[in-house]
Nanobody, 117 residues
Framework: QVQLVESGGGSVQPGGSLRLSCAAS???????MGWYRQAPGKGRELVAT???????NYGDSVKGRFTIARDNAKNTVYLQMNGLKPEDTAVYYC????????????WGQGTQVTVSS
């Protein structure tokens, strides 16, 4: 069973930064990893993904502001969020594929990010 534990969420003012972490209970070296988010009353939205080879993909709303990275030695994925806007307020979920898989199959419990003045 794969466990994903997100951390680093919180409240920040517009223009501020946060770094989210996602620690996995298993090796992530062969897994695609990613972050999605869900705001109140809205569907789940792609934030960023990173393949096992290190290729990244970002949602249009966060391009140029967010950066995803992985540390396979620590089985951890990070999301650096800069230039935060009120519309970034959401619960952020970390996801993992199966080894050699493509789509994200396993999910963490989520961490709340609130951007407000």
């Amino acid at each position: 069973q794969v466990q994903l534990v997100e951390s680093g969420g919180g409240s920040v003012q517009p223009g501020g930064s946060l770094r989210l972490s996602c620690a996995a209970s298993v090796s992530i070296s062969l897994r695609n990893m990613g972050w999605y988010r869900q705001a109140p009353g809205k569907g789940r939205e792609l934030v960023a993904t990173i393949t096992s080879a290190g290729n990244t993909n970002y949602g249009d709303s966060v391009k140029g502001r967010f950066t995803i990275a992985r540390d396979n030695a620590k089985n951890t994925v990070y999301l650096q969020m800069n230039g935060l806007k009120p519309e970034d307020t959401a619960v952020y979920y970390c996801g993992s594929s199966r080894p050699w898989g493509s789509s994200l199959t396993y999910w963490g419990q989520g961490t709340q990010v609130t951007v407000s003045s």
